[in-house]
């Protein structure tokens, strides 16, 4: 069965300090990939989304990504976090053949940004 | 524009109850999607409606679960005698044809 691991369920550090979370993920085929976060007390946003092309992704505050199909990876990174990047970050893939429009998730990883 | 809503917010209930979740999705949107956030499952999906085809029902956990979309947009998640291993918070998310979900705030159900 595919699934999807996100490498840390916990991560601290300290503002101005890089972050970069890992994501892989099991399905051989063709994948949608994308990166949510959830502050706290709010839902779910996406970040970034790859489908195809550039494998290096650039999202929303600062946040990029990049697809290493070889390794079944697709990574997230920011090279300098705020305090305001405190929240939990999910992984989620999307086969493009019969798994059409579902998203599988990884189990999150809660991130902590000290000042 | 307005997002996903959802109500209620919160929604606690006893042991055996049915309850009924509420979705609203952005409009316009043909695809809409429920899963489920709880501890130590991380979020799951559980089915998922596109436009005027058969949903997908492939995720649901039981035959306790069920839901509908009427006229194509609002959504109702039912869960028949609840138990308590369906606390969780239940998300719902709207999609625009581009792969791209958009959820709502999630209903958080508590069974006693």
């Known amino acids: 069965a595919q699934s999807v691991s996100q490498h840390n369920h916990h991560v601290i550090l300290s503002e101005a300090a890089s972050l970069e979370l890992g994501c892989n993920y099991s399905?051989?085929?063709?994948?949608?990939l994308f990166w949510y976060v959830q502050y706290p007390g709010q839902h779910l946003q996406l970040l970034l989304k790859y489908f195809s092309g550039d494998p290096l992704v650039k999202g929303i505050k600062g946040f990029e990504a990049e697809f290493i199909k070889s390794k079944f990876s697709f990574n997230l990174r920011k090279p300098s976090v705020q305090w305001s990047d405190t929240a939990e970050y999910f992984c989620?893939?999307?086969?493009?053949?019969?798994?059409?429009?579902?998203?599988?998730f990884g189990a999150g990883t809660q991130v902590v940004v000290t000042p | 524009g307005a997002g996903v809503s959802q109500s209620p917010s919160n929604k606690v209930t006893e042991k055996g109850k049915d309850v009924e979740l509420r979705c609203d999705p952005i409009?316009?949107?043909?695809?809409l999607y429920w899963y489920r956030q709880s501890l130590g499952q991380g979020l799951e999906f559980l089915i998922y409606f596109q436009g005027n085809s058969a949903p997908d029902k492939s995720g649901l956990p039981s035959d306790r679960f069920s839901a509908e979309r009427t006229g194509g947009s609002v959504s109702t998640l039912t869960i028949q005698r609840t138990q308590q291993e369906d606390s969780a918070v239940y998300l719902c998310?709207?999609?625009?044809?581009?792969?791209?979900?958009?959820f709502g705030p999630g209903t958080r159900l508590t069974v006693l």
């Open positions: 998310a709207s999609g625009n044809g581009y792969n791209e979900q958009f």
């Open positions: 989620a893939v999307e086969k493009t053949t019969d798994s059409w429009g579902k998203l599988q």
């Open positions: 409009s316009g949107h043909t695809a």
């Open positions: 399905y051989g085929g063709t994948v949608n």
